[in-house]
């Protein structure tokens, strides 16, 4: 599996798995099959509620750790956001049985999150956490974010699929030495994308599906991906994406679906953010 470094002199895979919206009691079986798949990159957040349940798939694989790349999310904290910070991650390790992660990412762009940087900061100084980044930040936070404090991200996690590529904003993010990491990268099925005429056509010429074909087009341009799935068929097929490359062409066909607006969530969008905002998690 081809890797990315990140900023933060750590490697990661280019393409991963990813466990939003798979309920705690399906989660172990569903990560246990996408470990024996081949998926080495795992992608969880607190948020989730699934943490404990992929920390015993992984226990139970008897793969050794360091050939793991474990990936979690700090949900929103209230300033002053230090503390809570700390107490999230450990709650998260805990919950997952491991002792250090290898990418922690602040899940939103909202409540204290100068408090919840600084302390991520901290957890990385002390090799807690080997690489920190953020997800769902615009430009305008993340630039915000860069110029004042110390470390720069490593990751930013953002929706990014055919229908919002996001191609200057990583151009953008490449200048200032973040990766970007696709969320939602099948645009969650919709859109019709498994169907889309244009994708289905470039998926014929390969033999190929339209999935492999979005995950293809993701990683040829430097895009981490983490595409989710329950059915162990769609794994394989999904990781299945290293032998064969879209042509020029292909991908200038492909860069014409872009709308350039957010499908899923849009966190500009004032109702969204109402939404997501004020929610807080028990622990
Ligand atoms: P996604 O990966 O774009 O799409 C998942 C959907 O596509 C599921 O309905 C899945 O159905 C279906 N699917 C997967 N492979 C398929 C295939 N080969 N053929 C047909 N259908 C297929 O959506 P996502 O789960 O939202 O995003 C991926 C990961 O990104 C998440 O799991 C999570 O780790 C992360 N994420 C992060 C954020 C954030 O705020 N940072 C937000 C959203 C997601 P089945 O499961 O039934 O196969």
């Keep these: 599996m081809e890797k990315v470094r990140l900023n933060s002199g750590v490697e990661m895979p280019i393409l991963g798995f990813g466990v939003f919206q798979i309920p705690s009691e399906e ?8 470990l024996a798949v ?24 008897g793969i050794p750790r360091e050939e ?3 990936t979690t999310k700090l949900w929103i904290q209230d300033a002053p956001a230090q503390d809570n910070t700390r107490h999230a991650f450990e709650t998260s390790l805990a919950k997952l049985g491991l002792d250090h992660l290898d990418l922690y990412l602040m899940h939103q762009p909202f409540g204290d999150v100068y408090g919840q940087w ?3 900061e901290d957890l990385h100084r002390e090799g807690r956490a080997k690489a920190i980044g953020v997800a769902n930040f615009y430009p305008d936070r993340l630039l915000d974010l860069i110029v004042n404090n110390e ?3 490593a990751v930013n996690q953002i929706e990014t699929h055919p229908f919002f590529q996001r191609a200057d904003y990583q151009e953008l993010m490449r200048e200032h030495g973040v990766r970007i990491q696709s969320w939602g990268g099948l645009a969650e099925g919709k859109n019709d994308i498994f169907t889309h005429p244009v994708l289905s056509e470039i998926a014929e010429k390969h033999a190929k599906s339209v999935a492999q074909v979005v995950l293809r087009w993701l990683t040829q341009r430097g895009v981490v991906a983490i595409p989710k799935s329950v059915r162990a068929e769609r794994m394989a097929e999904n990781i299945d994406v290293f032998d064969f490359e879209l042509t ?10 872009d709308t350039g607006t957010a499908l899923i969530f849009d ?3 004032p109702a969204i953010v109402g939404q997501i905002a004020k929610r807080r998690l028990n622990d």
């Excluded at 989660?27 to 996408?34: C, G, I, K, L």
């Design 38 to 61: 081949g998926y080495r990159l795992l992608d969880t957040a607190a948020a989730y509620g699934n943490e404990e349940a992929v920390g015993r798939a992984i226990r139970n694989s």
């Design 248 to 257: 020029d062409d292909q991908m200038e066909s492909i860069a014409t679906l």
């Design 267 to 269: 966190h500009h969008d």
């Design 118 to 120: 600084r302390a991520m």
């Design 151 to 153: 470390v720069v991200p």
């Design 27 to 34: 989660t172990e079986r569903v990560v246990t099959d996408a």
């Design 68 to 70: 793991l790349f474990v």
